[in-house]
């Protein structure tokens, strides 16, 4: 919901960083893999009770996400890298509320509905985003990406602000968690009826 809003702000400082590691040579796959190990690391900090490591964790993963993309941006985008980014990103977000799952016996039925919600909101994405490539439809609002990008209520931003109240107030996770998951059932609903009124005819 906010993604689009956001880019204007923070695109700006993400490309000149991107422009100046990409002429050091770091490349976006690299990028790609460090921000999913950091991710990874910080579900299994939650997991292991270690919540502060986890947020910084989680806080430099989506760092690292956003760097990939402006130093993909200025190298040249590839269709393997925008792969690789979906596949890590959306292994992070579900990575999260297993540790959350892992760390509490009362958040396992919390954590397992919100892991449901998230792949309900992943296939809802990527199937809009294969039919309106078909179609040839295009947008950068949420800036230049390989493929399409669907505008929901339940996007990246809203996913990062969840999981860091989360970090900061877990004994809340039960109440976050089943609450972020209906906002996600709400967005496949929303994303349903984008595709009725987008791809009748």
């Not at 609450?179 to 609903?189: E, K």
Request: contains cysteine; hydrophobic residues 60%; proline residues 4%.
């Amino acid at each position: 919901m906010f993604d689009a809003k956001l880019r204007p702000l923070i695109d700006p400082p993400l490309n000149a960083a991107g422009r100046a590691l990409a002429a050091a040579g770091v490349t976006a796959n690299g990028l790609t893999f460090t921000g999913l190990a950091l991710g990874l690391a910080g579900a299994a900090a939650i997991a292991f009770g270690q919540i502060g490591w986890g947020l910084a964790l989680i806080l430099a993963n989506r760092l690292a996400d956003g760097l990939d993309g402006a130093v993909a941006r200025a190298r040249g985008p590839s269709d393997l890298g925008g792969y690789f980014d979906i596949v890590a990103d959306f292994a992070f977000y579900v990575s999260v509320p297993v540790g959350f799952g892992v760390l509490a016996p009362a958040n396992a039925v919390p954590a397992l509905v919100l892991v449901a919600s998230f792949v309900l909101t992943g296939v809802s994405f990527l199937a809009f985003a294969v039919i309106a490539a078909k179609r040839g439809a295009e947008t950068e609002a949420h800036g230049k990406k390989s493929f399409f990008y669907s505008t929901g209520l339940a996007e990246g931003a809203e996913t990062i602000a969840v999981f860091i109240a989360m970090c900061l107030a877990p004994a809340w996770f039960p109440v976050l968690a089943l609450g972020y998951a209906g906002l996600c059932a709400l967005t496949v609903v929303q994303r349903s009826a984008m595709a009725v009124r987008a791809f009748v005819g």
